[in-house]
């Protein structure tokens, strides 16, 4: 009986989610170097698909990637004079998503519209808010800003999880120890919980952890090892429930490019640790216990986040 319940809740809290849709979060979906410009291109992202490409001035622009009048992938269109052409009747549409230009010389409805995420340019990344207005900053990283450190990003392809579950590793201090076999690794006194975000900060004589979770989908952390200074940012954006595209960036004080390297083995090994266990288990909420206060604290944080149905307008 017990289990019948504890099914049919999981199914009802799936349920809800996805019919709630997704959080309201900046979610990379490309990288900046994929976007040169004149091109454009298409991404499958929460539960729907998107055309990212540059304007006229080469800022990034992600929308709706379904053409209001039969529904074509505008992201295999043309980037004509900055605007995004349809390439089945080449209607085109302006940055803000409005039809600017119909061949035949019709009457552009006025409902001839694709929705336009926030879009921002960032670390490498191309990023785009789920909602119509943002809540909240571009993630970043603590204690760097983009002039001060010399970072790389790179793409991880489609990994079998919901974000917001990868992004509990960030606040779950035990599997530091005990999967990643870090010895030096302590748990924060307190998570500083704001609108948007979860920052935390861990200082000893042998290191310092200065973490930031941005949204339900990017962990940031400021790492001190050694005497040397580690940046690291993992993203992700949802495909559907259960599945997201990965994201990473990794960065180290401007004058030390030669210490990258060694940054980038250890996301490698940091990513090849949780990747196993993040992608075969069945995420629950489960026997909490005393270590696990950060986590239960972050697990009401994402509870609480507001969400936002993306219109395939
Ligand atoms: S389907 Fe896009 S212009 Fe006709
Ligand atoms: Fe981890």
């Given at each position: 009986?017990?289990?019948?319940?504890?099914k049919?809740?999981?199914?009802?809290?799936?349920?809800?989610a996805?019919?709630?849709?997704?959080h309201r979060c900046?979610y990379?979906?490309?990288?900046?170097?994929?976007l040169?410009?004149?091109s454009?291109?298409?991404?499958?992202?929460l539960g729907?698909?998107?055309?990212a490409?540059?304007?006229a001035?080469?800022?990034p622009?992600v929308?709706s990637?379904?053409?209001?009048?039969l529904?074509?992938?505008?992201?295999?269109g043309?980037?004509?004079?900055?605007?995004l052409?349809?390439p089945?009747?080449?209607?085109?549409?302006?940055?803000?998503g409005a039809?600017?230009?119909?061949p035949?010389?019709d009457?552009?409805?006025p409902?001839?519209r694709i929705?336009?995420?926030?879009?921002e340019e960032?670390?490498?990344?191309?990023?785009?808010f789920?909602?119509?207005?943002?809540?909240f900053?571009?993630p970043r990283?603590?204690?760097a800003a983009e002039?001060?450190?010399?970072?790389?990003?790179h793409?991880r392809g489609?990994?079998p999880?919901?974000t917001w579950?990868?992004?509990?590793?960030g606040?779950?201090?035990?599997h530091l120890?005990?999967?990643?076999?870090?010895?030096a690794?302590s748990?924060?006194?307190?998570?500083e919980?704001?609108?948007?975000?979860?920052?935390f900060?861990?200082?000893?004589?042998?290191?310092?952890?200065?973490?930031r979770?941005?949204?339900t989908?990017?962990?940031a952390?400021?790492?001190?090892?050694?005497?040397?200074d580690?940046?690291m940012?993992?993203?992700?954006?949802p495909?559907?429930?259960g599945?997201s595209s990965g994201y990473?960036?990794?960065g180290?004080p401007?004058?030390?490019a030669?210490?990258l390297?060694?940054?980038?083995?250890?996301?490698e090994?940091?990513?090849?640790?949780?990747?196993?266990?993040?992608?075969?288990m069945?995420?629950?909420?489960g026997?909490?216990t005393?270590?696990d206060?950060h986590?239960a604290?972050?697990?009401?944080?994402?509870?609480?986040?507001?969400c936002?149905?993306?219109?395939e307008q």
């Amino acid at each position: 009986m017990g289990m019948v319940s504890s099914k049919s809740k999981l199914a009802t809290e799936h349920r809800t989610a996805t019919e709630a849709g997704f959080h309201r979060c900046w979610y990379p979906v490309a990288l900046a170097r994929d976007l040169p410009p004149g091109s454009a291109v298409g991404r499958d992202f929460l539960g729907t698909r998107v055309v990212a490409y540059r304007d006229a001035a080469g800022k990034p622009v992600v929308q709706s990637a379904w053409c209001p009048h039969l529904g074509a992938d505008l992201s295999i269109g043309q980037i004509v004079d900055g605007r995004l052409r349809c390439p089945y009747h080449h209607w085109s549409f302006d940055a803000k998503g409005a039809c600017a230009n119909i061949p035949t010389g019709d009457k552009i409805p006025p409902s001839a519209r694709i929705f336009t995420y926030p879009a921002e340019e960032a670390w490498g990344l191309v990023w785009a808010f789920n909602g119509e207005r943002a809540d909240f900053a571009v993630p970043r990283l603590p204690g760097a800003a983009e002039s001060t450190i010399v970072h790389q990003a790179h793409e991880r392809g489609r990994r079998p999880w919901d974000t917001w579950v990868a992004v509990s590793n960030g606040v779950d201090f035990q599997h530091l120890r005990t999967l990643h076999g870090l010895p030096a690794a302590s748990m924060p006194e307190q998570l500083e919980v704001e609108a948007g975000g979860i920052e935390f900060r861990v200082e000893s004589p042998y290191h310092l952890q200065h973490g930031r979770i941005s949204g339900t989908n990017t962990f940031a952390q400021h790492l001190r090892i050694g005497g040397d200074d580690m940046f690291m940012l993992f993203s992700g954006a949802p495909i559907e429930p259960g599945s997201s595209s990965g994201y990473v960036v990794i960065g180290v004080p401007q004058g030390s490019a030669e210490k990258l390297p060694a940054v980038e083995t250890m996301v490698e090994r940091l990513n090849a640790e949780d990747a196993p266990v993040l992608s075969t288990m069945r995420f629950r909420r489960g026997l909490l216990t005393a270590s696990d206060r950060h986590l239960a604290t972050y697990f009401r944080y994402v509870d609480a986040f507001p969400c936002f149905t993306p219109t395939e307008q």
